[in-house]
């Protein structure tokens, strides 16, 4: 399974966009690339799923160049109760081999008031 | 839309006791996953239940786990005897072919003293 590296941590302040970029060099072709949010105690939840280009949903936008060697999960004006910790995942795909997912550090969003 | 339970949310358990974590998926979900986040570690993955079959449980430590999932419905992770590095928090998710993501439940927070 490709192995993703993102920042341990970033800082934000409310109404701010906020850019989490994500690099998966060794992505497989069939791989998409997913997006969770952790809140403490509690389990990830499902943000955004892509394979290239752009992604858009209700609440954020995903960013995947052509070489889908990185992507980045765009957050528009994020406010106090998006402090949480974003993993980057590759290796699901939809239809097919919903294997294991691969956890890696996670980045740490602060955002001040 | 019922999320996926997890039961107990808490355990606190002797060293060499028997604890049993349940997990009751999303109804209809034929995936289902167990993880462990240990003290100060990533998120790791045990096992993928797809439907009553064990799919993968390369993620197993050793043969003190036991999980089952009896008539493809919910699931039951055994721990005997539990072992001080046991303690963690066990979470199970469950996803569905052709819908984008898997749901995690809140998981269960072990202690083994």
């Known amino acids: 399974l490709a192995k993703t590296t993102q920042p341990i941590s970033m800082d934000s302040y409310e109404g701010q966009e906020v850019n989490i970029t994500c690099s998966h060099n060794n992505i497989a072709t069939n791989d998409y690339i997913t997006w969770y949010q952790q809140f403490p105690s509690q389990g990830p939840r499902f943000i955004i799923q892509?394979?290239?280009t752009k992604v858009t949903n209700e609440v954020a936008s995903l960013f995947i160049p052509a070489d889908r060697k990185s992507s980045t999960l765009s957050l528009p004006r994020v406010s106090l109760s998006d402090t949480a910790v974003y993993y980057c995942l590759v290796g699901d795909h939809p239809d097919t081999g919903r294997r294991a997912l691969t956890f890696g550090s996670g980045t740490r969003l602060q955002v001040q008031p | 839309e019922a999320g996926v339970t997890q039961f107990p949310s808490h355990s606190v358990i002797e060293k060499g006791q028997t604890v049993t974590l349940r997990c009751d998926p999303i109804?209809?979900?034929?995936?289902l996953y167990w993880y462990r986040r240990v003290m100060g570690k990533e998120i790791k993955f045990l096992l993928h239940f797809v439907k009553e079959s064990k799919q993968d449980e390369s993620g197993m430590p050793n043969n003190r786990f036991l999980a089952e999932r009896t008539g493809g419905t919910y699931s039951t992770l055994k721990v005997q005897p539990a072992e001080l590095e046991d303690s963690g928090v066990y979470f199970c998710?469950?996803?569905?072919?052709?819908?984008?993501?898997?749901?995690f439940g809140s998981g269960t927070r072990l202690t083994v003293v």
């Open positions: 998710a469950s996803s569905q072919y052709g819908s984008s993501g898997y749901t």
């Open positions: 109804s209809g979900h034929d995936n």
């Open positions: 892509g394979y290239k």
